[in-house]
């Protein structure tokens, strides 16, 4: 004879599975990876290496902070690597020009650099986000303008050419180290940080879910949810920028299309790591998973003999099954709803 709570398992294990799946496939995925990569190759378990697959990450990390915010409110932006490429580009095109201020014989080129590249950052981001909001115009279509924008403007600037020059700040900040941890991962650590209080403590957090997850929901609640948009547009452009501007000393140099995978790559650790593509689920939380995916998986590969074309299927695959599992957790939580 069944009973009430008989019948009510299977409905609770299918809530339970549409709304954890999102989260639980991911970090399974990165266990695996972890585990086969460890067998295969005995220098890819080291304290080393570690620290590499971490500095490695450190830069797109940065960047899909900013995306976090993005596909929360169920919006996408894709002039972000873009946007990466040509403030990094800025801040060599700026550093290069001669002294703006001088007080008491100290040049304060650098620094003024450093403040006219974050400004022009700002302004791709407050472009992207009247294109959207003001205009009406997809944020699909508007970033994919944008990012032929910042495309220019990178081409215009460099010509061609490479760019070694930066402020000393940037260097310290894109090559230097602390206490042996490179500055790169200790600044994406802090974006993460800073972003997951702001989206979890704050009522500028909750907004961004309500927007994400019931657009006409958080209208009615009195939310602007246009302002809500256009903020997370700009949050986006500045962590792009920033990550540009660390992103060229890291490197060595500032050169044209030289982040250009690297707008893939954000975008694959937010939805690998479980947020959904339909807004209002997922977190910072999930890009830190999907980060260490997209880390392992790709330093993994380094360590064991493949071919290095096959090395971009695979993350092509991997990318496929976050998409797939993205799009069936959403099907069974609406389901489970019913």
Known sequence: ????????????????????????????????????????????????????????????GIIAVGLTFVILTAEIDLSVAAITNAIGITVAYFTLQPDYVNIANIPLNGVVAIILTLASCLALGLVNAFGVTAVGIPSFIMTLAMMQIANGISAMLVRGQIAYNYPDLITTLG????????????????????????????RFGRYVYMVGGNREA??????????????????????????????????????????DTFLLDAIAAV????????????????????????????????????????????????????????????????????
């Open 218 to 259: 958080a209208e009615y609640s009195g939310v602007n949810v246009k302002m809500i948009i256009a903020s997370v547009m700009v949050i986006s452009a500045m962590c792009a920028g920033i990550a540009g501007m660390i992103g060229v000393a890291y490197f060595g140099s500032a050169q044209q299309n030289q982040f």
């Open 1 to 60: 004879m069944s009973t009430v709570t008989d019948t009510a398992r299977p409905f609770e294990l299918k809530r339970f599975l549409a709304e954890q799946m999102r989260n639980i496939a991911p970090v399974f995925t990165l266990i695996v990876l972890v585990i086969f990569f460890s067998i295969q190759a005995p220098s890819f378990r080291t304290v080393d290496n570690l620290m590499n697959i971490l500095s490695q990450a450190s830069i797109t």
């Open 175 to 202: 090559s230097g180290t602390i206490f042996g941890i490179k500055w790169s991962i200790v600044i994406c650590l802090l974006f993460m940080l800073v972003a997951h209080l702001v989206l979890t403590y704050t």
């Open 271 to 338: 939805v690998v790591g479980g947020t959904s593509l339909f807004g209002g689920r997922g977190g910072i939380g999930n890009t830190i998973i999907g980060l260490l995916v997209l880390g392992v998986l790709n330093n993994g590969l380094d360590h064991i003999e493949i071919d290095s074309f096959l090395k971009i299927l695979i993350r092509g695959l991997i990318l496929l099954a976050a998409l797939v599992i993205n799009v069936y957790a959403q099907k069974l939580r609406e389901g489970a709803r019913e």
